[in-house]
């Protein structure tokens, strides 16, 4: 079933029809609401208020825009509200599951591999919020320039801006790691 033909099934009630678009999307807005929440479970919970966030306002939705700009937009804005959210009730930012080390890593390698990564997502957080949120979407999502400006209501140019000031800030933050890693 094509996405105009599944939207317009998921309008007139058809719960298949729904369950069908979170199969295709799932995890797609789960990897994204992940990477601005940082740990499993909250984003296990977010993932639930955006589906119930599309269920309910579907019939909103005027098919303007790509139906994906739209369920992007509602995933960074639930996500980053969510993150928002925790950081105010513990007090901190939440600790980023990356942070754990699992009994799977056990060579020098994986260890180092682990850290950096570990230190990558520490140092986005730095970032303003803009920034962070295009960084996302760009690099770590790969969503085009033109996508990432239409899922955050922005101009291309912004993204843009925004982008290099940010890989900037990030490449001077984790210049130590490029460094290391030579």
């Not at 719960?15 to 992940?34: C, E, N, P, S, T």
């Not at 208020?49 to 825009?65: G, L, M, P, Q, W």
């Not at 980053?80 to 799977?104: C, E, H, L, Q, T």
């Not at 919020?129 to 085009?144: D, G, N, P, W």
Request: proline content about 1%; glycine content about 4%.
């Amino acid at each position: 079933m094509d996405e105009p033909q599944l939207i317009a099934q998921i309008k007139e009630g058809n719960g298949h029809a729904f369950r069908l678009l979170m199969q295709r999307y799932g995890k797609r807005v789960y990897d994204i609401a992940y990477s601005f929440i940082g740990n499993r479970s909250d984003t296990e919970d977010a993932v639930q208020d955006i589906f119930i966030k599309v269920y309910r306002s579907i019939h909103t939705f005027r098919e303007e825009s790509a139906f994906t700009t739209w369920l992007y937009r509602i995933t960074v804005n639930t996500a980053m509200n969510k993150a928002k959210a925790i950081k105010r009730i513990r007090g901190r930012m939440a600790v980023n599951d990356f942070g754990k080390v699992s009994n799977s890593i056990d060579t020098a390698t994986d260890i180092e591999r682990f850290d950096v990564r570990d230190n990558i997502y520490k140092e986005l957080k730095t970032l303003s919020k803009q920034q962070r949120t295009i960084v996302i979407l760009r690099h770590l999502h790969e969503f085009s320039t033109k996508e990432t400006s239409s899922i955050l209501g922005c101009s291309e140019g912004t993204v843009k801006t925004q982008l290099n000031r940010g890989l900037k800030k990030l490449h001077k933050k984790l210049k130590y790691i490029i460094v290391e890693t030579q």
